[in-house]
């Protein structure tokens, strides 16, 4: 089963930055498109970002569009979110997610996020 | 970027049946799945596709899909279930990102 564990959050103060890091363990996830999704306490989900399987795509949503960067290293099953210039509304727990997509007879696409980690809270806070 | 609408709260007796809507423009184009989370927990994987379960989910988690409406439906609740539910899809055609709903908080009667 694949694992992911992310780490790197904390307490930032406005306008500063902060790196987050995703590993993943127990199968390569070199071939897996990755996510980070997030979620501000006492809310709901929100898509954050997502990078193709060798790193050559990236999409973000317009809420982080500009201050966050994505990246992988599939040398070392690792997936990176760099956050800068980070608000208030920034306060979430950060989760990552590996996507599974199969491209089904008749063209639709058969999408799940079917493995999550932790999450990691990171707080922007004067 | 489109929106998935979910009901924010549903109640279920004990061993009823309850249905969870998600409804968006991005449906009629892309399979929902469906993400069950807990309180302190990361979300888990319930339902995807049009009926798809992943291996450890019951067999009273199904969905179903029409149009731009795609539905999970719980047979016969269990205090257990009793959980935030989430659909999400890819955003429609031409929009590289995706979506989730607002969330359904089911409470189990």
């Known amino acids: 089963q694949v694992q992911l564990v992310e780490s790197g959050g904390g307490v930032v103060q406005p306008g500063r930055s902060l790196r987050l890091s995703c590993a993943a363990s127990?199968?390569?996830?070199?071939?897996?498109?990755m996510h980070w999704v997030r979620q501000a306490p006492g809310k709901g989900l929100e898509w954050v970002a997502v990078?193709?399987?060798?790193?050559?795509?990236?999409f973000y949503a317009d809420s982080v569009k500009g201050r966050f960067t994505l990246s992988r290293d599939n040398s070392k099953n690792t997936l990176l979110l760099q956050m800068n210039s980070l608000r208030a509304d920034d306060t979430a727990f950060y989760y990552c997610?590996?996507?599974?997509?199969?491209?089904?007879?008749?063209?639709?696409?058969?999408?799940?996020?079917?493995?999550w980690g932790q999450g990691t809270l990171v707080t922007v806070s004067s | 970027s489109s929106e998935l609408t979910q009901d924010p709260a549903v109640s279920v007796a004990l061993g009823q049946t309850v249905r969870i809507t998600c409804q968006g423009d991005?449906?009629?184009?892309?399979?929902a799945s469906w993400y069950q989370q807990k309180p302190g927990q990361a979300p888990i994987l319930v339902i995807y596709g049009q009926n798809n379960r992943p291996s450890g989910i019951p067999d009273r988690f199904s969905g179903s899909s029409s149009g731009n409406t795609a539905s999970l439906t719980i047979t016969g609740a269990q205090a257990e279930d009793e959980a935030d539910y989430y659909c999400?899809?890819?955003?429609?055609?031409?929009?590289?990102?995706?979506?989730f709903g607002g969330g359904t908080k089911l409470t189990v009667l």
């Open positions: 999400n899809s890819r955003d429609i055609p031409g929009n590289h990102a995706w979506v």
């Open positions: 127990g199968i390569s996830f070199s071939g897996y498109a």
């Open positions: 990078i193709s399987y060798d790193g050559s795509s990236k």
């Open positions: 991005s449906l009629r184009s892309f399979y």
């Open positions: 997610a590996r996507e599974i997509s199969e491209l089904l007879p008749g063209g639709m696409r058969l999408d799940r996020f079917d493995s």
